[in-house]
Each structure stands twice: as structure tokens, then as C-alpha cells.
């Protein structure tokens, strides 16, 4: 059998399925599923790291692997917590050393002994203003 996702995808959901099914029935399989659904999930990610031409194919089988383990030992909140608190932990590592803007910096005028090195429509109206009622 080609243990491709979408064959275990498809079996995961087609197991929901019947599960549901029964259980309008009166029949409850859900202790069974809390074990088919992680030994599908170890199985295929066991399968996957194996057969990985790429690094990120064995990344990505060790993780399912590892997530079908947790969810065995119904540890699976663990691995849920580790990966936000490192989404967490990349995001605010990365607007801290991120590319900062500078252009907010290079364009205010610096000021050299009180006056300003570059002046604006607004001095140069101020200045006038002055000047007209300084000489009155």
C-alpha cells in the first residue's frame, strides 16, 4: 500500500466517519480510534523518514512520527505548547535584530546650537512673519 497523506489523511477521516456512524447506532469505538489514528499517524511518519530523498522530507517525517507518539501517550499538548512558544520566540527575535527603518532618523533636521541645519516652509513663513513685525 502507497502510504502517501492523502491515503492517511483519507483513513483518518474515513475511521471518523464510521466512528460517528456506530455511535448513532449505540456503538462507541473511540477508545479504538484514540489508538488506530496515532499508530496510522507513527507508521506513516516512520515510513516517510525513511524514504526521504531531502532533509526537509526526513524533518518532516520525524515530526509526524514524533506527533503520532504524543498523541499514543496523550502528551500531544506538549508538542502544540513547544511549537507556539517557538513561533513566539522566532517572531520577537526577529522584529528585535529585524531591519530597522531609518529613514524616520535621516530625515529630521539635526540641530546645531539651537538652530536647525535644513529649514521648512513653515520656518521660513515664521521667520518672515517675524521679520515684518521685528523692524515695526
Known amino acids: 500500500m502507497n502510504w502517501s497523506a492523502k491515503t492517511v489523511f483519507g483513513m483518518i477521516l474515513l475511521l471518523i466517519g464510521v466512528s460517528i456512524v456506530l455511535q448513532l447506532i449505540g456503538i462507541s469505538i473511540g477508545y479504538l480510534l484514540r489508538m488506530i489514528i496515532p499508530i496510522l499517524l507513527i507508521i506513516y511518519g516512520y515510513k516517510k523518514w525513511n524514504l526521504a530523498e531531502t ?5 518532516f517525517g520525524m515530526i509526524v512520527l514524533l506527533f503520532g507518539v504524543l498523541l499514543l501517550l496523550g502528551a500531544a499538548h506538549l508538542f502544540i505548547g513547544l511549537i507556539v512558544a517557538g ?3 522566532y517572531f520577537g527575535y526577529s522584529i528585535m535584530k529585524g ?14 546650537k539651537g538652530q536647525r541645519e535644513s529649514k521648512d516652509l513653515f520656518d521660513e513663513e515664521w521667520d518672515r512673519f517675524m521679520n515684518e513685525y521685528k523692524t515695526k
Open 55 to 59: 532533509k526537509f522530507q526526513k524533518f
Open 87 to 89: 513561533l513566539i520566540m
Open 99 to 112: 531591519k530597522q527603518d531609518d529613514s524616520v532618523v535621516k530625515n529630521d533636521p539635526i540641530e546645531v
